[in-house]
């Protein structure tokens, strides 16, 4: 509700009702009963997060969210509330990469910070000068895997590949002279 107690419907209807292959993003999550929220929290959704419905049957509703395959039975889904969203909204989550996926060497710009991503660990991103605009560079990976040093802002930081993931960026175009310019003199 509003400051003046005024209901704001959120639009949304339930995550049971998307299409096979429609590309939704979640307005609202139900908190009665709280069991049923809980369980939606533990699964990692929030508001924000864009979903594609793989598949929708009366005992399973299977989805990809934050690239990752999740499956609720229908009772749950139904306290997840939906936005379809545009074919060109679809196009561009389709084409969105998360810092996890660059590989040694490759670069790309900081377009967003998760929402998932709150509190202490939002603002130790920001503190380390992950902000949108800023360029990133996979620079080398641990013996294990995990965690990845990026070189931001001439300095190395080690992201384990959960936190990676919360970090939204761009590959297209060229970096302008002024972030090239950048990298060389971090290296």
Do not use: W
Request: hydrophobic residues 40%.
């Amino acid at each position: 509700p509003t400051t003046k107690g005024d209901f704001v419907p959120h639009g949304g209807q339930p995550l049971t009702k998307l299409s096979s292959g429609q590309v939704a993003r979640i307005v609202h999550l139900e908190d009665e009963p709280a069991v049923v929220y809980a369980q939606l929290v533990a699964e990692g959704l929030h508001p924000g997060m864009e979903i594609r419905l793989t598949e929708a049957t009366p005992q399973r509703i299977r989805f990809l969210a934050a690239g990752e395959e999740r499956i609720l039975a229908p009772i749950l889904a139904n306290n997840v509330s939906v936005m379809p969203l545009t074919a060109e909204e679809a196009a561009r989550i389709r084409a969105a990469e998360s810092l996890a996926d660059l590989k040694i060497g490759e670069t790309g710009q900081v377009v967003s910070i998760s929402p998932a991503c709150r509190g202490l660990e939002r603002r130790r991103f920001m503190d380390l000068g992950i902000l949108p605009g800023t360029i990133v560079k996979a620079e080398m990976v641990s013996p294990s895997g995990d965690p990845t040093a990026y070189l931001i802002r001439g300095a190395l930081i080690g992201l384990r590949r959960e936190q990676a993931t919360m970090i939204n960026i761009s590959r297209d175009g060229e970096p302008t002279l002024n972030q090239v310019h950048e990298l060389e003199a971090a290296q």
